[in-house]
């Protein structure tokens, strides 16, 4: 809307329809090894460099708030169907999107238990929020699910989500790559594996269903055709 | 709803997904050959034995009306956001949503171009719209849209569709496949090839798009994993 120019610090590991998604926007990439490289040390020199501003993918008030409206909206559409949510499943990475939803319920639907979805290996939320401090996970990669590797849960994304989160769910690949298909025969989506963990959690039985409503959000699409095809096949 | 037993009588080669989920459900399924069996007769002679009532796809007042609720909420939801169409473009095969689209765009937005899109081969709307009477297609089968093979515009549907309809477009199976692959891309849907004619139409400037607001209709998400999966690898 603004007309800026936009340069993205990502992956190399990132989906191929991501960056070219990306790049039709109008954005430039720069790529690095989430291994052995540093995205935020990357992203400050190219600020420096540019003169341009750097905008966090979570550790910031402003970017989780925006993050927020999903639940905003969540709340609102159930409201519109006379629903009261009885719980919202988030897939976390730094946990900005969780951060931001966690003060859109705890704000107006507080009686909504509050939970990240994370994969196996990596789910630095789950025993963050059973430890009460910030763990960290043994791997940088080598999961399906590419947008939710962030190595720990950010310092102010858990501050916020700490007291306000009733727990984290952790689910497998292969639940993940059913839910995944579930979503391509029922809801007619296509839905990232990072996108999915949250409905893999119910599909699942990872929490309690029974006459309860609970709201998922599937937050993200950018899935290679290539691997898409190959979950269908194998099913 | 209603708890009543519902048989479908559906074409052998619908796709299996299709099958699944209708006997998911709660529906029997009876199979018939479209080249060499009539589905009416095959409707009928169950509906006497059994003392049902025959639902047809598209000739009749009733289903036509409740074809139609797609384009009240096609305007409905182009108002929410000031928008007035400028086009609507509505799959085709006996012409049953075409006709309730009609009716409802006709009533309530009254200069929106309404047209109706088939593959090749199975361009009966196409041709009974320029000729001004009912043109039969030359194959029963044949084309990747398993959903639009009526051999012929219905009666009843083609009466209401003939003097409201602004013409009929025509995509080709090439044209089809990108349009889903775009939808998997962009739009992050699955629609069944049947449901992709509109926005291949779209994609492929058959009618002109500058500046103009247009609503496609995408009526289905039952494609086979498999074929999903060959269409996406294939790009």
Redesign the interface.
Known sequence: MMKLPALIVMPEDTPE?KKA?TRSYGAEIVTYDRVKQDREAIANRIADDRGAVVVPPFEHPEIIAGQGTTGLETIEQAASRDMSLDAVLIPASGGGLAAGNALAFTANSPATQIHTVEPEGFNDHARSLASGKRERNAAASGSICDALLAPVPGELTFAINQPRLASGLVVSEAEVKRAM?FA???L????EPGGAVGLAAVLTGKIPTEGRIIAVIASG?NVD??L???I??A?
Request: proline fraction near 5%; avoid cysteine; charge should be positive.
């Open positions: 329809i998604n298909i391509f025969e029922h007619k989506l296509v839905i699409g055709p290539g898409f095809a190959e269908l096949k099913r």
